[in-house]
């Protein structure tokens, strides 16, 4: 036990070392914020109430005087009335977990003791009382002392809240019988950013937070086994599973235990609770321990004891193809509402098919790196995580689960083309919360964010993908990447002008259509006539089958990139032929055969380049 302390701890001061780091060489051009938070809280598990103080040192890195602060109070969503609510009464397509049964929002029919809150009852700066205003799910704090660049502030808050049912994310006594998942339950400080506050409500989406330190008591009913972020720091008073093998656990007097956690270096901070969990472990060789958390329910038993070796897999995965793991604790937690990340966790329902559980771990993992390890915002840039997230997490599942797809990407592919095609498509870089409907935010956040990473493999060749996904997360863990971040990261090892891509695929919705036009006898030559159609720009791949069942391919480098890829079918030969312009629409080249000895001309047979109409695709000489 004494050496998981030494390790923790070390981890702690690796952190520090980092984060002196980074701000030493980003200080002329880089900055973020950092927190400490300190938390003591008691939950009463009959009416789902609890009270907590919160001591929070927060520095502002930033080169600016801040004279307000804000915080987030995400449980105010869940009352008849809130923001979220209203939203959930206008959208064509509200989430079926959030309705009833008869298409009304489950949050309108709260009753007080089933509502969420949170409120601060007293707001303190360095000593100081402060005035505070909520406003729904913000609590807007004028600061009588203004918080100079450099410098540090300490506040001081006493706080209550109130766990609602379950309907999003968080609440209590899940479909599943979870009497607590505790996300989004504390108030917690808005990121402040070079774009400035975002202090944005809670209506449906995710999130966005200030990296820093949180050391957490959490006091409640003895019989309830707690699981989540952070490393327990009392195991020898708590048991339940974290005690030392082979040791025995001091017993604590009267009905409750506190629960001591400490995370280093996160950005949230998740907890779940339940009487009835069961707490597994499993070390993962060179990696992290993981722990398990699921109710002792015999339907579902045998399944999340298979999970493990496979979590196991996933993390060695993740840890090869995107960069190591660096804490040394993962938790799976039976709860919420679905699957949701959480820093050093996920909560996830529990009973599932076999195949259903290791994808949605599969999934919530993936965010330990896209999102609690490189937290770009998401209510911005959503696609950059959960798009990210798909097109890591398809490459695992095909790797551990199979059968091995030869494109493991292929829903996403068809999920965008459904999209491109409904007439409902809005840009990529729309705000969260400003979609029209649930449809196409997650769609273009999960699929065509996914495309956005497997199509530059198309572009810039798949070992150079590879190196990008791993140059990025070298590069940007523990800051707050944007989407100019992963484009310059792909320039850099490329070699190629890749702006094109960045601004087409997130900024429009503009699409892919190329098609061959026509092949024609040139004398003793074939003439190939190829077309643009749609309005966004790609280099192609030209496969030529021949009717002797000779193959060959010809490659047209799309001019405005600068470079060119290297050969994906180094089997077959190659032609690098002439830059094609994307002003011009269509594109000619010779093949130095006669027409009457080719069967097909096809464009990408990769299938990779998101092509919204593939029946132009491919020439076929009739027999």
């Known amino acids: 036990m ?365 965010h330990s790196w896209f999102q609690h390890l490189l937290a770009t915002n998401e209510a911005k840039h959503e696609w950059m995580d959960e798009g990210f997230t798909s097109f890591i997490s398809s490459l695992c599942m095909n790797e551990i689960m199979g059968p091995k797809k030869e494109n493991p990407f292929e829903n996403s592919y068809r999920g965008y083309y459904y999209l491109a095609k409904s007439g409902t498509e809005q840009p990529q870089g729309t705000h969260a919360d400003r979609y029209d409907s649930n449809t196409p935010y997650g769609i273009s956040a999960y699929s065509k964010g996914s495309i956005f990473l497997s199509q530059l493999g198309y572009v810039i060749g798949q070992d150079k993908l590879m190196e990008t996904v791993r140059k990025y997360y070298e590069d940007f863990k523990f800051k707050h990447p944007v989407p100019n971040d992963i484009k310059r990261t792909a320039e850099k090892v490329s070699g190629m002008e890749l702006d094109w891509y960045l601004t087409d695929w997130t900024q429009t919705t503009n699409t892919i259509d190329y098609g061959v036009k026509e092949v024609s006898a040139d004398g003793a030559n074939t003439k190939v006539t190829l077309e643009r159609i749609g309005l966004m720009p790609m280099p192609l791949d030209i496969l030529v089958v021949y009717k002797d069942g000779t193959q060959e391919t010809f490659y047209a480098p799309l001019r405005m990139m600068r470079g060119e890829k290297e050969n994906p079918y180094p089997t077959l030969n190659r032609t690098v032929l002439p830059d094609w312009p994307w002003a011009y629409s269509t594109y000619e080249f010779a093949i130095e055969k006669p027409a009457s000895s080719i069967k097909a001309v096809v464009l990408d047979p990769s299938q990779l380049m998101a092509d919204v109409n593939q029946e132009n695709n491919t020439y076929q000489q009739s027999e």
């Open 2 to 366: 004494q050496n998981k302390k030494i390790i923790q701890s070390g981890l702690l001061v690796l952190f520090a070392g980092l984060t002196s780091f980074l701000w030493g060489q980003n200080n002329t051009s880089y900055w973020q914020q950092h927190v400490d938070y300190t938390m003591e809280v008691t939950m009463n598990v009959e009416n789902f109430q609890y009270q907590g103080s919160q001591k929070l040192v927060y520095t502002n890195n930033s080169p600016d005087v801040l004279n307000k602060v804000y915080y987030h109070l995400y449980f105010n969503a869940f009352q008849p009335g809130s923001e979220m609510d209203m939203r959930l009464q206008s959208i064509k397509d509200p989430d079926g977990r959030m309705t009833t049964k008869e298409k009304k929002s489950r949050i309108s029919t709260l009753t007080e003791g089933e509502m969420g809150y949170l409120h601060a009852l007293s707001l303190k700066q360095d000593g100081q009382n402060l005035s505070f205003e909520e406003e729904g799910t913000i609590l807007v704090v004028t600061l009588d002392k203004p918080i100079p660049a450099g410098s540090s502030t300490t506040f001081e808050m006493e706080f209550e809240g109130q766990v609602p049912v379950q309907i999003r994310r968080s609440g209590r006594n899940n479909s599943e019988g979870v009497a607590l998942s505790m996300s989004q339950w504390y108030p917690k400080l808005a990121e402040y950013d070079f774009e400035g506050w975002h202090a944005d409500p809670y209506i449906a989406r995710e999130f966005h937070g200030v990296w820093g330190n949180f050391d957490v008591k959490l006091t409640l009913d003895k019989d309830y086994v707690v699981g989540g972020t952070g490393y327990l720091q009392n195991p020898q008073e708590i048991g339940h599973g974290y005690e030392a093998p082979g040791t025995k656990v001091k017993k604590q007097k009267g009905k409750t235990l506190t629960w001591h956690f400490k995370a280093p270096m996160v950005h949230d901070f998740m907890w779940a609770a339940d009487p009835e969990y069961v707490h597994d472990t499993l070390q993962v060789p060179d990696g992290p321990m993981l722990h398990f958390f699921y109710k002792n329910n015999p339907e579902i038993l045998e399944n999340w004891k298979n999970l493990q070796p496979k979590t196991a897999e996933t993390m060695q995965f993740f840890s090869k193809n995107i960069g190591k793991y660096p804490y040394d604790q993962y938790s799976v937690v039976q709860g919420g509402d679905g699957g949701m990340e959480y820093a050093m966790s996920t909560l996830i329902t529990g009973e599932r098919k076999f195949g259903s559980l290791v994808g949605v771990t599969v999934h919530e993992m993936a």
